[in-house]
C-alpha cells in the first residue's frame, strides 16, 4: 500500500496552461505539505495544511493555489504556466506538526515547454 | 550567508570505505537536525533525526551535531552501492512557521 501517492507521474505542457496535480495520504495523518525541488535537487517547501487549514504559505507566486478537500487529499493547482515552473513537486505528510515525520510522495515531474 | 550550506558533491567512494557528509547553518534558531535520503526519481525519506548536540548512532549510521559551531555531520559506516543516493540535511525551527528547511543536497556513489 502506498503511504502517499501522487498523480501524475509526469506532466508535460505547453506554457501558459492550467493544470493540477493530486496528492493523496492514507496515513491518517492530520499534516500535509507541497515541496518544489528545483533542477539543482534543491528542496523548498511551498504550503501546509494542518485539518484542510493552510498553515504555512511560503513566497509563491498566487498562480499556485493548494487544495484541500479532506485531510487526506491535498491537490495543487497551477494556472498560467511558466518555464520556470519547471520542477520536480513532491507531496508530503506528517502526523501532527513539522517536528513529526515527513513521509514523502514520489513527486510530480512537471516539465513546461 | 546562506541560512543552510551543503556541499553538493559529487562524491564518489568504494564499497566499504567511511563517508562524511557535512552542512554548515547559521540560524541559531533550529532546533531540530534531520538527514534525508532520496535515490534518484524517489522521494526524500528520513534517514536520521536528531535534537541536541552530540552523536546519534542507527547502524552504520552516525548522525553528529555541534551546535557551537553550527554544523552537522553523517557518517556512514561500512558504506554500500545501496547506500548511493543523494543525502538531504534538514533542519527546523521551533515555534513560529515550523518549517523544513534543506541543505542542497549531496549525491554520493558507492562503488562495488
Known amino acids: 500500500d502506498t503511504a502517499v501517492s501522487q498523480t501524475p507521474k509526469y506532466l508535460v505542457t505547453q506554457m501558459g496552461n492550467d493544470k493540477s496535480i493530486k496528492c493523496e495520504q492514507n496515513?491518517?495523518?492530520?499534516?500535509m505539505y507541497w515541496y518544489k525541488q528545483d533542477s539543482k535537487k534543491f528542496l523548498k517547501i511551498m504550503f501546509s495544511?494542518?485539518?484542510?487549514?493552510?498553515?504555512i504559505n511560503e513566497t509563491v507566486p498566487n498562480r499556485f493555489s493548494p487544495k484541500s478537500p479532506d485531510k487526506a487529499h491535498l491537490n495543487l493547482h497551477i494556472n498560467s504556466l511558466e518555464l520556470g515552473d519547471s520542477a520536480v513537486y513532491f507531496c508530503?505528510?506528517?502526523?501532527?506538526?513539522?517536528?513529526?515525520?515527513?513521509?514523502f510522495g514520489p513527486g510530480t515531474r512537471l516539465t513546461v515547454l | 550567508q546562506k541560512e543552510v550550506e551543503q556541499d553538493p558533491g559529487p562524491l564518489s567512494v568504494p564499497e566499504g570505505a567511511i563517508v562524511s557528509l557535512n552542512c554548515t547553518y547559521s540560524?541559531?534558531?533550529?532546533?531540530?537536525f534531520m538527514w534525508y535520503r532520496q535515490y534518484s526519481r524517489k522521494g526524500p525519506e528520513l534517514l536520521m533525526y536528531?535534537?541536541?548536540?552530540g552523536n546519534k548512532e542507527d547502524g552504520r549510521f552516525t548522525a553528529q551535531v555541534d551546535k557551537s559551531s553550527k554544523y552537522i555531520s553523517l557518517f556512514i559506516r561500512d558504506s554500500q552501492p545501496s547506500d548511493s543516493a543523494t543525502y538531504l540535511c534538514?533542519?527546523?525551527?521551533?515555534?513560529?512557521?515550523?518549517?523544513?528547511?534543506f541543505g542542497k543536497g549531496t549525491k554520493l556513489t558507492v562503488n562495488p
Open positions: 496515513l491518517g495523518h492530520d499534516t
Open positions: 540560524n541559531s534558531a533550529f532546533q531540530y
Open positions: 495544511y494542518n485539518n484542510k487549514e493552510l498553515i
Open positions: 536528531t535534537y541536541s548536540s
Open positions: 508530503a505528510s506528517s502526523q501532527g506538526v513539522a517536528t513529526d515525520t515527513q513521509y
Open positions: 534538514a533542519f527546523l525551527t521551533q515555534g513560529g512557521s515550523e518549517k523544513l528547511v
